[in-house]
């Protein structure tokens, strides 16, 4: 402590007074008493001491000095160190584990199948104990199904029965992401928000497509929009190929030059799932006696049209009787079928390769359809009885159309179209539809159809249909159905006036029933306390 010695004589010689009585003796001396008590080279405040000498307070010490615990320059006391090296452990243990938590989560949504290496080159023995067989319902003929990958490149695999490609035929693998049949593209089975298209031909595959859905229309295909090649193999009944995501559900098509067949949803593990459709929701209104809900009965005193079977058209789209009632404000429709209606198909072909010629629509066409599987009901009613009026069809001049289309038996979309000289338009009337088995009915919210004439045609995405041999007039004729009665109010009598206010002896009967109940209660409870203090007491 040098160094304190020469900063507190230093201090001392600066202040000696010049009492000789005082020398060097108990205040500033450098002695026992001279070292002493105050501001001697070693006293206790402000020599080499305690205070702001080297010692505890500001000196080389504890608190501000160069090797003290607070703000000095030296090392920390060996419990503060130990303190401080655990707290940062703790801290390193702590970031640690929530890196690793990060990543194993993001390893987890990333990696939602493993990454065993497969490669698509067409060749197949790495697929050895990762496929499924698919237990799904499979007119496609796919037997087997693997899934692989990472995030970000994914592969797939299906076997089929027999070779898919051994003439021209496009394969189908449509993605649900979330298994979610009302998001993507519905293809009747699941909600398709990707898929990769596989052309082949010859045995051999052409080439591959991924696509995206990024449409409106959640029923039209062209809302599948290509996002790029897919990688692909194939050999004999097995095909390999890029996904362009991962999927939680998928379903396999097969198109030929004549149609589509397809599998049912199913999981990457082969299992089956149902992800199915909601129908368009309707009116709870009853309207001329009928009822829009898909329960008939309501129809049970209409007079039907018969139409004649049709055996070379799809049980589905051949029309088996029609029906056409109305009153000053509305209309009211019923389609029966031989088969179940409105259950749609795939609107997939594979055309012959190459650019296809496009079509040109004429001014007097229906309305536009889009590129959906579904299957669609149209009313064609000439309202003003005049053929050379409105579009043509089956002899009359169709002046309004009601356009209905359904898949897997529900009603998808429901629409009005006007014709207005130029063309079909889009109409602000309501129409209501419901389907359930064979049958379809329909209510359009409009005045002036009633003797009007109808003309139903019946159709598929295949290019089949069904047209009513004559048309049917729409008559002026209700439903079995009436409204509810309401029920009746509380406090009301059957005459539907108000029951008087109770007279005040009723009340009193009451009150002094509830009252006795009370007292006679409250005695019981006295008493049985009683006697459970008395057998304390005994005790």
């Known amino acids: 402590m040098q160094g304190g010695l020469e900063l507190s004589h230093d201090i001392a010689v600066a202040a000696k007074p010049t009492d000789p009585r005082a020398g060097s003796g108990l205040t500033n001396g450098n002695g026992t008493a001279r070292a002493g008590l105050t501001n001697g080279s070693r006293g206790r405040t402000n020599g080499g001491g305690l205070t702001n000498g080297t010692g505890r307070t500001n000196g080389s010490g504890h608190t501000n000095g160069t090797g003290g615990r607070t703000n000095g320059t030296g090392l920390r006391s060996l419990p503060a160190v130990r303190r401080q090296g655990t707290r940062r452990k703790a801290g390193a243990l702590a970031a640690g584990a929530i890196f690793v938590t990060l990543a194993a989560i993001g390893a987890l949504a990333a990696n939602s199948v493993a990454d065993t290496g497969v490669r698509v080159d067409g060749r197949f023995d790495e697929w050895g104990g990762h496929t499924a067989d698919v237990q ?62 596989i052309l082949g031909d010859g045995g051999r595959p052409l080439g591959g497509t991924q696509y995206r859905f990024a449409g409106p229309d959640r029923f039209d295909l062209n809302g599948l929009t290509s996002v790029g090649a897919a990688s692909v193999g194939a050999s004999g009944p097995r095909v390999e190929f890029i996904l362009p995501s991962v999927p939680r559900a998928l379903s396999v098509a097969v198109a030929t030059p004549l149609g589509a067949t397809s599998t049912g949803a199913f999981l990457p593990t082969g299992e089956p799932i149902s992800l199915d459709i909601q129908g368009l929701p309707t009116s709870t209104a009853i309207r001329n006696g009928i009822l829009i809900d898909g329960d008939f009965s309501d129809w049970s005193g209409v007079v039907f049209a018969e139409d004649p079977y049709d055996a070379a058209l799809p049980a589905r789209l051949d029309l088996l009787k029609e029906a056409a009632i109305g009153d000053d404000g509305s209309a009211q429709f019923y389609v029966e079928a031989r088969g179940g209606v409105l259950t749609g198909t795939l609107p997939l072909l594979a055309t012959p390769l190459g650019p296809n010629p ?12 889009r590129t959906a599987g579904t299957d669609l009901l149209e009313i064609y009613l000439d309202t003003d009885l005049s053929a050379t009026t409105g579009s043509p069809i089956g002899g009359l001049g169709a002046d309004l159309v009601l356009h209905v289309e359904g898949f897997n038996g529900k009603v998808v979309l429901a629409q009005v179209f006007a014709y207005d000289g130029a063309g079909w338009k889009p109409s602000s009337a309501r129409l209501d539809a419901a389907a359930a088995g064979h049958a379809v009915e329909l209510c359009a919210v409009t005045p002036g159809l009633v003797g009007a004439r109808a003309v ?15 048309p049917v007039a729409v008559g002026r004729q209700a439903g079995g159905m009436t409204e509810t009665a309401a029920p009746p109010l509380p406090n009301t009598r059957s005459d539907g006036q108000v029951n008087p206010i109770p007279e005040f002896s009723e009340v009193a009967g009451v009150v002094s029933l509830v009252t006795m109940l009370f007292f006679v209660g409250r005695r019981r409870r006295k008493e049985s306390a009683l006697a459970a203090s008395g057998a304390g007491d005994d005790a």
Do not use: K, M
């Open 136 to 197: 799904a319902s499979n007119p496609a003929g796919v037997r087997q199904v693997g899934v692989l990958g990472t995030h970000s490149t994914v592969q797939g695999y299906l076997a089929f029965d027999s070779p898919p490609f051994a003439t021209r035929a496009d394969v189908w693998v449509f993605i649900d992401e979330d298994q979610n049949a009302a998001t993507g593209y519905y293809n009747g089975v699941l909600g398709a928000d990707s898929a990769v298209r």
């Open 358 to 369: 496009s079509a040109v629509a004429s001014t007097n066409s229906p309305p536009p359809r």
């Open 456 to 470: 139903f045609v019946l159709s598929g995405f295949e290019g089949a249909r069904d047209v009513s041999d004559a």
